[in-house]
């Protein structure tokens, strides 16, 4: 058992040295800071959430809120099991660059840099990313989960979207990322982890 594990720890995804992987039920899986093709580009900013769960879950008094003081309560929403939830700063799509909202925000901004925290309706944080200098964040590109179960918190979970949307950004918004990997290792990792639990 030690042999495996010692061969398994060899060939951890990216990022999940410290936290392992991630057992979020609702992931922060994708997000647009720097729109381009946008009206303005806080018409173009957005944050797409994923069901990384088999159950449905109603998002309604839940909240999102960054590291400047801004929040967004989450409005009624049914999210089926691998569903998505795209959140968007404008709802009309000749301004916001083409996508689709399942909710629109007020007062609040997807910054260049700074953090993103998703709490629940009883208000305990379900995932968070503090994103920086050394994420992937490039202007007119979304920035994307690698996979859902990899750890939220690490740049190397994360990588620029490579594929056109709407009016010409780059992005993925309310569809599977255009960056996933489901690699081996990842999927052996999780299996050897349940097992010594």
């Known amino acids: 058992m030690f042999l495996v594990l010692l061969i398994m ?3 951890l995804p990216p990022g999940a040295e410290g936290g ?18 946008s009206c303005t580009e806080e018409d173009g900013e957005w944050i ?19 590291s400047y003081g801004q929040e967004i309560i989450l409005s009624t929403y049914l999210l089926p099991p691998d569903g998505y939830f795209v959140m968007a700063a404008c709802g009309d799509e ?9 909710q629109v925000f007020g007062n609040f901004r997807v ?10 309706s009883s208000r305990n944080i379900i ?19 690698i996979n859902p179960g990899w750890v939220s918190n690490s740049s190397s979970s994360w990588d620029h979207c490579t594929v056109m949307f709407g009016m010409g ?14 690699s081996f290792a990842q999927n052996s990792w999780a299996f ?6």
């Open 48 to 66: 797409e959430l994923y069901n990384n769960t088999g159950d449905w879950v109603n998002l309604s008094g839940w909240m999102m809120y960054n």
């Open 9 to 11: 720890s060899s060939q």
């Open 94 to 102: 000749t301004l916001n660059g083409g996508l689709t909202a399942n």
């Open 169 to 182: 950004d780059l992005g993925t918004p309310g569809s599977q990322n255009s960056v996933y990997q489901n």
């Open 111 to 120: 910054h260049e840099s700074g953090s993103l925290t998703l709490c629940n």
């Open 20 to 37: 392992i992987l991630s057992s979020n039920s609702i992931v922060i899986n994708e997000f647009m800071a720097l729109p381009q093709s």
């Open 127 to 145: 995932d968070s990313i503090d994103y920086d200098g050394t994420w992937s964040i490039l202007p007119g590109a979304s920035c994307e989960r």
């Open 192 to 197: 050897i982890k349940a097992f010594v639990q």
